[in-house]
């Protein structure tokens, strides 16, 4: 059985606030225990690492937006699809005004992969346990309408699954061999913590954390990717 | 606090078998209640409906992909990109040979949303709970390596919650306005599932089931789709 609880009352994040501590505490004494996975938003990352804009109109949003991608995939209206420097690619170069404050936009972490592992070894310290981290971001699709969260920035958790070798239920090899779990914790933690009400943080607990993972493994390289 | 339970003891499916009876059994007496969501994975609903082809060779199977799909929008090697008849992007057209029995390879349901709404009105006969139905399939994406598992037929269970006009926790309007909850759903319940070990029914519980969404409500209309 999997468990996904989200974490009430973490306050408002700014810029150098020990998120580590404010989860920690958000948690309660007992409330992170080995293999539990810590799944953050990256909106209080974010702010608490000082990635944060200040933007007076549109015009600068527009500009905001452009100057945070490395590259522009598809444009229609006011729609921008972008590559970011990380490689993610995304709505606007993840830059969000959402929950974020008046006049400010929140940028993506510069390496999400090191925010998780820095999270992960504070979180790890304060609570005695073995823990992993999930940071997110939420993504829209190609194909697919909608956005779901996934994982943007991983530590100790398997990133991706490799079945390749393993047989199925009838003995056959299987045909699916990579998973993305860290993309599937990812959408299970967002059932759980809204995005209206602003809940940045939920523990998953039942999953057996894996290897160490990196956000970046889930991107797929641009040479391999027939929808580019 | 989100709960998934993967149901045990589900039998090899054969066509004509009674999917919900099945399903009904392995929940235990009181295992299905109001507001659960039951999730299953395509493969047995089709093995139930009879949706399963033979295939002798590799050349054979080719040949039923491009059957079972609408038209093929990308192919390299042996990899074909398909939209199947129902508007699902997938490989292969759905056509898959793990977990399916030597020498046949299982197909998609005809109609999924009509395939989880016949096990909607089954389950709720045989248990007297208000549930929710979410059929899945594991699916690639763009840009992202890996697969998850995402919804392609539903009934009973919210496809696409829209927060337009909804405040943020800050008061301003959200940015990000439609979420693809059943995806979410689909992707939570794949984690306690676990592909190789073919447990194919999992129940969600601690969320609202919303309103009557369909699979096809995922769709992205292809002349809104930017990558194509």
């Known amino acids: 059985v999997i468990e996904i609880r989200p974490l009430l ?15 920690s505490e ?23 690492e000082g990635a944060v804009a ?13 100057d945070q991608a ?13 590559e970011t420097p990380h490689g993610f690619v995304c709505a606007n170069a993840g830059v969000d005004r959402s929950n974020a ?5 929140v940028l993506l972490p510069d390496d999400p992969d090191r925010s ?21 971001d939420t993504f829209g699709r ?5 956005l779901v969260d996934v994982a943007i920035g991983i530590s100790g958790v398997t990133s991706v699954l490799d079945l390749k070798g393993e047989a ?11 998973i993305a779990v860290a993309d599937e914790i990812a959408a299970a933690a967002d059932l759980a913590m809204g995005k209206a009400t602003g809940i940045p943080v939920a523990v998953v607990r039942g999953l057996r954390l894996g290897d160490d993972g990196r956000g970046t493994d889930l991107i797929r390289h641009p040479s391999e990717d027939l929808f580019r």
């Open 70 to 82: 490395a590259a522009v995939l598809r444009r229609r209206g006011d729609l921008v699809i972008t």
């Open 101 to 105: 404050a008046p006049g400010t936009a």
């Open 168 to 178: 199925d239920a009838m003995g056959r090899e299987m045909e699916v061999t990579e």
């Open 142 to 146: 190609a194909w697919r309408t909608g």
């Open 9 to 23: 009352g973490i306050p408002e994040i700014e810029a150098g606030n020990d998120l580590a501590a404010m989860i």
């Open 26 to 48: 958000a948690a309660g004494g007992d409330g992170l225990v080995d293999d539990d996975i810590v799944v953050v938003t990256h909106k209080v990352v974010s702010k608490a």
């Open 116 to 136: 998780a592992h820095g999270l992960r070894q504070n979180l790890e310290r304060l609570t005695g346990a073995r823990l992993g981290v999930i940071i997110t």
């Open 54 to 66: 200040t933007i007076v109109d549109e015009q600068q949003y527009r500009e905001l937006v452009l």
